[in-house]
């Protein structure tokens, strides 16, 4: 699958990673955006509730 990335696939990768600093690059914002508040497991990726008194 790497091979087939790496050949024929276009453009710049959405995910890098780099071996010495020990870094991900994730370089499409809507990726990045997708990760944070996509789909997930229950409220571990849903953004943080008002308390009820400020709504």
């Known amino acids: 699958m790497t091979q087939i ?3 024929k ?3 710049e990768p959405v995910l ?3 071996e ?5 690059h ?3 914002p809507y990726f ?3 990760l944070r508040w996509g789909q ?3 409220d571990q990726t849903a953004p943080p509730k ?3 008194g400020t709504r």
Not at 20 to 24: I, P, V
């Open 20 to 24: 010495d600093l020990s870094t991900l």
């Open 32 to 34: 990045a955006f997708y």
């Open 5 to 7: 990335a790496k050949t």
């Open 9 to 11: 696939v276009e453009g």
């Open 40 to 42: 997930g497991q229950g």
């Open 26 to 28: 994730i370089s499409d």
């Open 50 to 52: 008002a308390p009820i």
């Open 16 to 18: 890098d990673y780099d």
